[in-house]
């Protein structure tokens, strides 16, 4: 099955810098790979995601990248802000038709003013 | 315009105790999915159901774990004789039937703690 791993674990950064989250998967078959926010206490949620039919994508300070020949895809956060702090989750769906997603670690991004 | 609705948010249950937890997907939505996390981890799938039928429960406990979705009501995610390793935040997601492989939004989840 598929195995997705990320890094870092934890990752502090100064108000405005950039964040940069990466993520690795196994299944060449995936086709679907989504980035989750969570807040302490509530649910994932969902805040951009990319197809593998495309490199890169963007929305406001948020942009993944993906590139399918090394199996990798990253979360670009720029000009961070303290409410960005929160655990980011990577996730990929493999060669399925439905919604069956296997997440990364996570990533707890803490973001000083 | 509600979402994946789940309740309860909290359930405390004693080791042996069942659990019961309830998802009722967004209006017109005839999947569900049921992922735990546990803490600190991610998630992780454990089944995906349609109405009256499991598609595939891959993810879930070979013992005290079941689940269904009823061809009227809220799909339940049921755990028999709870142990304290059952303590998570299960979360449930659903999609239409015409795009299964679109993107998943979650419910609040059920935080189940086990005393």
């Known amino acids: 099955g598929e195995n997705v791993e990320q890094h870092p674990s934890t990752l502090s950064v100064q108000e405005g810098d950039s964040a940069v989250i990466k993520c690795t998967y196994s299944?060449?078959?995936?086709?679907?790979f989504p980035w989750y926010k969570q807040e302490l206490g509530k649910r994932p949620q969902l805040i951009i995601d990319?197809?593998?039919?495309?490199g890169e994508k963007k929305d406001q300070r948020i942009a993944v990248t993906l590139n399918k020949t090394a199996k990798h895809f990253s979360l670009h956060i720029t000009e961070t802000q303290p409410e960005d702090s929160a655990v980011y989750f990577c996730?990929?769906?493999?060669?399925?038709?439905?919604?069956?997603?296997?997440f990364g670690q996570g990533t707890i991004l803490t973001v000083h003013p | 315009n509600a979402g994946v609705m789940q309740n309860p948010r909290h359930l405390v249950r004693r080791r042996g105790q069942e659990a019961r937890l309830r998802c009722s997907p967004m209006?017109?939505?005839?999947?569900v999915y049921w992922y735990r996390q546990l803490p600190e981890e991610g998630l992780k799938f454990m089944v995906y159901?349609?109405?009256?039928?499991?598609?595939?429960e891959s993810g879930m406990p070979k013992e005290r774990f079941s689940a269904e979705f009823p061809k009227e009501g809220p799909s339940i995610l049921r755990i028999q004789q709870v142990v304290r390793g059952d303590s998570a935040a299960y979360f449930c997601?659903?999609?239409?039937?015409?795009?299964?492989?679109?993107?998943?939004?979650f419910g609040s989840g059920t935080q189940l703690s086990v005393l």
């Open positions: 159901l349609q109405k009256e039928n499991i598609i595939d």
């Open positions: 209006k017109g939505h005839s999947h």
């Open positions: 990319i197809r593998s039919n495309v």
């Open positions: 997601a659903s999609s239409p039937a015409y795009a299964t492989n679109e993107k998943l939004f």
């Open positions: 299944d060449s078959a995936s086709n679907y």
């Open positions: 996730a990929a769906l493999g060669g399925t038709s439905y919604g069956k997603l296997t």
